[in-house]
């Protein structure tokens, strides 16, 4: 009690100085419209950089829209005055529904095509091909998207490399299908707002529920990692797993929204884990068929979903409630399979969740709570939270404290939430953060966060107890220039510490010309190896023009033993690239993107890895992608 009385003694001092604009955050505003003039005229206002015009520009390509200024924050990573100079540029009315005309229809086709990789030794040149794949090593995807009005519609067909395209034993069909019909109402005053009839994607609260599309991973910044969930969208994607399929809507009356979900789908059979730890998600398998046992796992399960959810907005704050009920089990089981042998585990639970997000003078809140019941389970021990506060004491210096804790028997089937773990282990943490704006150009972050697993039954892959604290320095010189590094520290063992090191230079040669300098480096202090690499990339990307491309080369030196690290790169017209580094080698991307004039768009991208670490060999593959707009 003593604790509590001090703090709330110790903020009362503090002047309520802080952004008198924050409440904008949550305002509710019409869709942000966007053409590529408005975006050259605000690189030529120097109100955003030519980098962020190519973000915005993929990002409404996409058919996304912005509907406050916390959304295009998210988008831009910038300061509310400055968002409040663009807003004017990209806001216009929303267009009234018109009766039909040939111009109201648009149809997109979309191929993509992925080379087998290409292997080259000092004395031979071949495909690499897996003898246990069954299928070409080639990976393809074809998609027709239809826009009439306030109606849409798609389809895809897709295959990843080593499977065949066409299934016919088992379950006979494609590879991968999926196709959906949806509704967008023109306004905001109709009742029905969005229907979705086939494939979807549903993002609720802060991910701890229902979150089926992939999200970003863990930030330095606490406002980043607040989440502002999309609700249900249309999906055309390539991951097999994460995504619902049946009907789904959401109901508009005032500021209330009611959204109803139901997915019925097939799914692979997951065996159970063996792991040793909890995972937070049930059903999630990598979605592929390439050899005869993943085969024997396609579609041999089956899921059903179903939920009912309730949010209310307001211009500060936004809430709501979800009540979910997934299920799994077997449907196709041979008794001499595979499948028999690592059956899936039948699973059934309810959940039932609630979320909130919004600001209050100079503090901002954001927080989900979800309960999964389970039979012979306690309510303690299915409970997960996520926590956040921040406080502004000034313009310039804002606090806050984030805290988790996802309880040993907390399933969901699709769930994000934020973690240390891929696989998404049980586990308590909390995290705090300081940032501080030095000067104009100069900002600061320090965020130091301690995590704890303790129901880990095996601390081979990971501790029970773990560290990490995150120096952020970011200099902005101009819209031109930009410079930013981070310093982590984190305690591996009880007697080890992992260092890393992340630098970027940017520089703006001229509005469609940018130079990017990457470096990271890391070291564990029992084995004083370190892991290092260098990146370069020149990017072209004239929003006008109709030739755009992008060169990226990379240095990696990673011993045997030492830190790992990751590269992530984004190639235009070909999206985020990840590759984990091992060894000594170079790797070089890069990507070509020509619009015809009958608006053909042709994509080429090349992806080549040297490696010098024992044989030499050069591994090569590329990507051609055609998009048609009629």
Known sequence: MKIWSTILILLSFFGFRAQNNLALLLTENEPVSCVPSELEQLVTLELISPSEAQILSVFFERGGNVSNLYQLQGLLDQDLTTLQKILPFLKVQAPSRQSFKRTDVLLIYDMFFH??????????????????????????????????????????????AGEPFWHSTSTKGFDFTTGYLAFNAPSKTCILQKLVFGTYQVQWGQGLQLWSSRGMGKSIDLLQLARNPMGIKPYQGRDEQRFLQGLSGSLQIGSHQFTFITSLKKIDAKPPSDTLQQEFNLSYTNGLHRSASEILKRKQGFEQIYGLGYTRRSALWQYGALVLYQGAQLI??????????????????????????????????????????????????????????????????????????????????????????????????????????????????????????????????????????????????????LFNCQVGVRPISSQALQYRFLGNVEYQLHKSEALKLTSQWAMVSTTQQTSKYLEL??????????????????????????????????????????????????????????????EWKLIFATFLNNSYSDIYTRKLHFSIALQKKV
């Open 332 to 481: 196709n089981l041979n008794a001499d399979s595979l499948s028999s042998i690592n059956a899936l585990k039948p699973e059934s639970l309810c959940s039932l969740g609630c979320f909130a997000q919004g600001t209050w003078r100079q503090f901002y809140f954001y927080g989900e709570s979800v309960n999964a019941f389970q039979q012979g389970v306690s309510l303690k021990t299915s409970l997960a939270s996520n926590l956040a506060l921040i406080y502004y004491l000034d313009q310039n210096l804002e606090i806050g404290l984030h805290l988790r804790s996802y309880g040993p028997f907390y399933r969901s089937f699709y769930a994000n939430p934020i973690g240390n773990s891929t696989l998404g282990v049980n586990e308590r943490g909390f995290i705090f953060q300081l940032k501080w704006q030095v000067l104009k150009k100069l900002q600061l972050k320090l965020s130091a966060e301690r995590l704890q697993i303790p129901y880990l039954l095996s601390t081979t892959k990971y501790p029970r107890v773990s560290a990490e604290t995150r120096i952020f320095m970011l200099y902005q010189a101009s819209k031109k220039q």
């Open 537 to 598: 990339s020149w990017t072209h990307a004239p929003l006008s023009s109709k030739l755009q491309f992008e060169v990226i080369f990379g240095y990696f030196q990673i011993p045997s033993g030492a830190a790992t690290l990751f590269t992530n790169s984004s190639l235009i017209g070909i999206g985020a690239q990840t590759q984990q580094l091992n060894g000594i080698g170079t790797y070089t991307l890069t990507a070509l993107k020509y619009t015809f004039e009958n």
């Open 115 to 160: 080379s087998p990789q290409l292997l080259s030794t000092s004395d031979s040149l071949y495909f690499q091909k897996d003898t246990n794949f069954i299928g070409p090593a080639f990976a393809t995807q074809q998609r027709v998207t239809l826009t009439w009005q306030n109606w849409r519609a798609g389809g895809q067909v897709a295959k990843d």
